[in-house]
């Protein structure tokens, strides 16, 4: 009942989304103007805030290791599978990847965390992997996609973090943290009211993109293997790399738990702005988040 719970509000949101939306209640255009409100303003305001009261100091280092080994196997794997396995072009190719390693670290991994390993100290580490690392290695090659040249350009790649609201938001709240800087009581105030619509939105618009996608917009195959990255080969060789690098049992805990995440609605949203792998990336959070939670019990039930 613990791991159900954490998971009910994702499903009742995006059930809400889908289900205004078949209403015709948000308009054709929903799913795309909530998405761009999430992107350009919600999830910066969440990541500041977040990045911003996480201390940088005291990491687990080879707990940390583990997992980054663990996404950077799935990612690769999704990201060169969109590619030999299913021909999808460039620009799908790390939507396909971020949907098979990225994990949902914040509205749900953080309950899971505080409810099964006790604390989120290591999930804090998480996150700054996953934003720091791995987002920005995303978004330059979704940018490079977008440019008509299709070439890497230094000055472009040097300015992505001004242009980019996520990457600058991440920017931002580390030197913040690493300052020591806090944010007068108004603006923290705004910054919490817009950070705290993030998720809900963002769910909500997964819900609605999922009323207009285009069934074959994701076959069945692509689908599962996907899932399958995701959900059975990230936490096995998160448990692995773990094993390799003499984890204890509750370090071993929480890199495996962690690894077994289902996919972050982020990565719908950022599919949606760069308008590539749309639908394979709203059906891969729709299908992890639900059978995820097989994974997750069995992590607890094995390691626990």
Not at 6 to 34: D, E, H, K, M, N
Not at 117 to 134: D, I, K, M, P, R
Request: charged share 10%; with cysteine; aromatic share 6%.
């Amino acid at each position: 009942m613990t791991l159900i719970s954490a998971f009910v509000p994702i499903w009742i949101l995006t059930a809400v989304g889908y289900a205004a939306c078949r209403q015709g209640l948000l308009g054709a255009a929903a799913a795309s103007v909530l998405g761009r409100f999430v992107f350009h303003l919600a999830m910066p305001s969440a990541l500041f805030l977040t990045l911003s009261r996480m201390p940088l100091s005291g990491f687990a280092g080879r707990s940390l290791l583990a997992f980054g080994v663990s996404t950077a196997a799935v990612v690769g794997a999704g990201w060169l599978g969109a590619s030999r396995l299913f021909g999808r072009g460039r620009g799908e190719r790390p939507v396909w990847g971020m949907a098979s390693g990225y994990v949902n670290s914040a509205n749900l991994g953080i309950p899971i965390a505080t409810q099964v390993l006790g604390t989120v100290s290591f999930l804090a580490e998480v996150v700054l992997w996953q934003v720091l690392v791995v987002t920005p290695m995303v978004l330059v090659v979704l940018d490079r996609h977008r440019n008509p040249a299709g070439r890497v350009r230094i000055r472009r790649i040097a300015s992505l973090p001004v242009r980019n609201p996520v990457i600058l938001a991440s920017l931002l709240g580390v030197a913040c943290s690493a300052a020591g800087l806090r944010l007068p009581s108004v603006a923290d105030a705004s910054l919490t009211l817009l950070a705290g619509a993030a998720v809900p939105t963002a769910l909500v618009a997964l819900g609605a993109s999922l009323h207009r996608a285009s069934p074959s917009g994701a076959a069945p195959a692509a689908l599962a293997t996907i899932t399958a990255l995701k959900l059975v080969a990230q936490p096995v060789v998160a448990y692995a790399a773990g094993l390799a690098l003499h984890l204890s049992p509750p370090q071993l805990l929480a890199v495996v738990v962690c690894a077994g995440l289902p996919t972050a609605q982020n990565t719908f949203i950022i599919a949606q702005e760069y308008g590539v792998g749309e639908t394979v990336a709203n059906r891969a959070v729709v299908v992890t988040t639900t059978l995820s939670l097989a994974t997750l019990a069995a992590a607890v039930a094995l390691l626990g």
